[in-house]
């Protein structure tokens, strides 16, 4: 499986839990297909302040 493709994202209407002064975080993990066939999608939040 490749590596995903990692997209760093704001959510500017949350305070950060590390700093309430800066925007929140949000980062996404994209894995995309290898070949053009057609390729189901799974979406996974585990909810907020998990890790």
């Known amino acids: 499986m490749p590596m995903p493709r990692i997209i760093e994202s704001i959510d500017r209407s949350r305070p950060s839990f590390e700093d309430a002064r800066r925007p929140r975080p949000v980062r ?3 894995w995309e297909p290898d070949s ?5 999608v799974v979406l ?8």
């Open 28 to 30: 996404i993990h994209l």
């Open 36 to 40: 053009a066939a057609p390729a189901r």
């Open 44 to 51: 996974l939040s585990h909810g907020t302040g998990g890790r």
